[in-house]
């Protein structure tokens, strides 16, 4: 296997420790449940194809939903995610250039590219989120507070962790 494979494996299971011993016991005021694994999925490359990233996405969801006790709310999510990366990550990244990027991340992308691009998908997996664990508008005020607290403290996370655990590289 290919250094970029192991280097996503090694970022998985990073990913997935700082998620189950760290963020998972971590609720600040009932709106906000910091997802740091979904970083995972939106960090892979981008010339992957749509039913290799599903299949990558489902299954880290699924896998997270077994070490929560869940009813497929992850699963569920990252796929929608997955779904929406697929059809956005080359126009929000790139801006429509036909270029393969191996790493999004805050290096290999413009900073504000990168963000933008976490948020809205952050916010696509809360939403997904939330919504089918209250399964109710009636409380869709309460959805759409968690929905913005979650995504901007997962987003602030996400470039913290980018900043100490990838190295930029030499041009």
């Known amino acids: 296997m290919n250094k970029l494979v192991w280097r996503n494996i090694g970022r998985f299971a990073l990913l997935m420790l700082i998620q189950l011993l760290v963020l998972n016991h971590v609720y600040l005021g009932g709106y906000v449940m910091?997802?740091?694994?979904?970083l995972f999925i939106l960090m892979l490359p981008?010339?992957?194809k749509p039913i290799p990233m599903m299949l990558i996405a489902f299954g880290t969801g699924l896998l997270m939903d077994m070490m929560?006790?869940?009813?497929?709310?992850?699963?569920?999510?990252?796929?929608?995610v997955a779904l929406l990366r697929g059809l956005y990550a080359d126009r929000i990244l790139t801006r429509g250039e036909p270029v393969v990027i191996e790493k999004p991340c805050v290096y290999t992308v413009t900073p504000q590219?990168?963000?933008?691009?976490?948020?809205?998908?952050?916010a696509?997996?809360?939403?997904?989120?939330y919504t089918i664990e209250v399964f109710s508008f009636r409380g869709f005020g309460g959805?759409?507070?968690?929905?913005?607290?979650?995504?901007?403290?997962?987003?602030?996370l996400a470039?913290?962790?980018?900043?100490?655990?990838?190295?930029?590289?030499k041009q």
């Open 113 to 122: 590219y990168f963000i933008s691009y976490l948020m809205l998908m952050l």
């Open 159 to 169: 470039v913290l962790y980018q900043l100490i655990f990838i190295k930029r590289e």
């Open 34 to 38: 910091p997802m740091l694994y979904v």
């Open 143 to 156: 959805v759409l507070l968690a929905t913005v607290c979650s995504t901007i403290v997962t987003t602030l």
């Open 68 to 80: 929560n006790n869940m009813l497929g709310f992850h699963a569920l999510a990252c796929t929608v």
């Open 124 to 129: 696509v997996y809360y939403l997904v989120f």
């Open 46 to 48: 981008t010339n992957l």
